[in-house]
């Protein structure tokens, strides 16, 4: 997730500096510099939020890489109480977050996979906003209806993955 977010965000650099020098940018020449405005701002948006997202997949990164550590550390801690404590088995574990809870690395690790999920989609979602509408205002009607069709069925994953 971090290198996907980290492209979305610099290719939103890209297109920044595509639009701040183009012509069409200076509000006194711009058809309508309401779309020009509400443009720039999807793009700082999907800027932010995907860079927000690279964060947090490196943090989550960095928790995977101390988990033998943590979970040894807790093992420590649960046998000093007098707990008794299970080897790990993978199948009695559903997902990630239910073997992070196990050894005591839930809480942070929730967090920051929420994080990292509600920004990337935060993010491209306003990728793709704001590419249908620099194409509504650029381009001929029956291209924007075209690529308006493809980016709705596109988009399914993104809507889909909200209700997994």
């Not at 920044?16 to 443009?39: F, N």
């Amino acid at each position: 997730m971090a290198v996907v977010a980290t492209l979305l965000a610099s290719t939103e650099g890209v297109f920044l500096s595509i639009i701040k020098s183009s012509p069409q940018s200076a509000p006194s020449e711009s058809e309508d510099p309401k779309k020009m405005r509400a443009m720039v701002i999807l793009t700082y948006l999907a800027i932010i939020f995907n860079i927000g997202a690279s964060w947090s997949a490196l943090r989550m990164i960095d928790i995977l890489g101390k988990m033998t550590f943590l979970v040894a550390q807790h093992k420590n801690k649960r046998i000093s109480t007098g707990e008794i404590v299970e080897q790990f088995r993978l199948e009695k574990v559903r997902d990630v977050a239910q073997g992070m809870k196990l050894h005591g690395i839930s809480g942070i690790w929730t967090f920051f996979s929420w994080h990292c999920f509600i920004s990337l989609c935060l993010g491209s979602l306003c990728v793709v906003a704001q590419i249908l509408l620099y194409i509504w205002i650029n381009e001929d009607v029956r291209v924007a209806i075209a690529v308006t069709v493809l980016a709705i069925m596109t988009s399914i994953p993104i809507f889909l993955s909200l209700f997994m």
